[in-house]
């Protein structure tokens, strides 16, 4: 099982960032697929989730500037983000999960890309 992150880096205020992660090992469109981030000092904390049913869900705080998709064909679930403010600032991780309906779940997490939002 593989989620690769890809796509943070440094970017002004105002900015945007398309991060991508694309996934291996599993099968995908049987899965939600989510972003989480976790800001220095903080916990890690619930971003966007897209469903294997298409249903999305975002934190409050980017309703409006983020968003979610995904593409099956490609196995990679993708985050677009735009006017960013420094309260974003984060590594960023991709999650894939499923619950398996028997007492057991799939809960996988990539590696993390940081994203850093300049004032």
């Known amino acids: 099982v593989q989620l690769q992150a890809s796509g943070g880096g440094l970017v002004q205020v105002g900015g945007s960032l398309r991060l991508s992660c694309a996934t291996s090992?599993?099968?995908?469109?049987?899965?939600?697929m989510g972003w989480y981030r976790r800001a220095p000092g903080n916990p890690r904390e619930f971003v966007a989730r897209?469903?294997?049913?298409?249903?999305?869900n975002y934190l409050e705080a980017v309703k409006g500037r983020f968003t979610i998709s995904r593409d099956n064909a490609k196995n990679t679930v993708y985050l677009q983000m735009n006017n960013l403010e420094p309260g974003d600032t984060a590594v960023y991780y991709c999650?894939?999960?499923?619950?398996?309906?028997?007492?057991?779940?799939?809960?996988?997490w990539g590696q993390g890309t940081l994203v850093t939002v300049s004032s």
């Open positions: 897209v469903t294997n049913g298409g249903k999305i």
């Open positions: 999650n894939a999960y499923r619950d398996n309906g028997d007492g057991g779940e799939f809960d996988a």
């Open positions: 090992g599993f099968d995908f469109d049987r899965h939600d």
